[in-house]
């Protein structure tokens, strides 16, 4: 069964501070991972999007990792601030179907406190 | 700019009314999505689009209805609200990557 977990299920940090969050699938075949923002009451906003041959991707303060052997994926915040309190959503895609489908993780819910 | 659209952002309502949640996108992408999400819990696919004339219901079983008559355009209905169809709604369109819509908060009293 194809399955996205994350973990943890949520997480407090201090402004200021780093923090990595994890990601395990089980969809195959193996299309593509995003991670995701979402701010409460909005919509998902990609941040990363990483394919079977890359390992590590960076956006700003976001730098994502992808072992497609172990299938685990990471996400790491860099120096946090307090808008980067939201829910980050791992998505895996597989290339099985015309339709690309997505499974979505839980997410992870980050507080960043001053 | 290019940007997918959400109306009504929130929608409080009665037991047995019909509602009809919006959803357009300027971006010209021929495959549309609606999904469900409740508070902590992943996003579940109820409907998808290939294009216009074509839709098809996803993972998550729901009375809710979608049509396509405008490529730009993929409204969902609800006949008759119920409780228990309190959630966010998400739209989300696509090329080679998916774009969210902010979401309609739907609570039925």
């Known amino acids: 069964k194809n399955q996205v977990e994350q973990s943890p299920q949520s997480l407090i940090i201090l402004e200021g501070k780093n923090c990595t969050l994890q990601?395990?699938?089980?969809?195959?075949?193996?299309?593509?991972l995003r991670w995701y923002k979402q701010d409460t009451g909005r919509g998902p906003v990609s941040l990363t999007i990483?394919?079977?041959?890359?390992n590590t991707k960076s956006n700003g303060r976001y730098t994502a990792t992808l072992d497609a052997d172990t299938k685990q994926s990471s996400l790491h915040i860099t120096a946090s601030q307090l808008s980067d309190s939201a829910s980050y959503i791992c998505?895996?895609?597989?290339?099985?179907?015309?339709?690309?489908?997505?499974?979505f993780g839980r997410g992870t819910q980050l507080t960043v406190w001053p | 700019e290019a940007d997918i659209y959400q109306t009504p952002r929130y929608l409080v309502i009665g037991t047995g009314k019909k509602i009809t949640l919006e959803c357009s996108q300027t971006?010209?992408?021929?495959?549309m999505y609606w999904y469900q999400q409740d508070p902590g819990m992943e996003l579940h696919l109820i409907h998808y689009s290939y294009g216009v004339n074509s839709t098809e219901k996803g993972d998550l079983s729901s009375e809710s209805t979608v049509s396509r008559i405008r490529t730009e355009h993929f409204p969902l209905t609800l006949e008759s609200a119920r409780p228990s169809h309190t959630s966010q709604y998400l739209c989300?369109?696509?090329?080679?990557?998916?774009?969210f819509g902010p979401g309609t908060r739907l609570t039925v009293l």
């Open positions: 989300a369109s696509s090329s080679n990557e998916q774009f």
């Open positions: 971006m010209g992408h021929d495959k």
């Open positions: 990483m394919t079977f041959s890359e």
């Open positions: 998505v895996v895609s597989d290339r099985g179907s015309t339709l690309g489908r997505l499974y």
């Open positions: 990601c395990n699938y089980t969809v195959s075949p193996f299309s593509n």
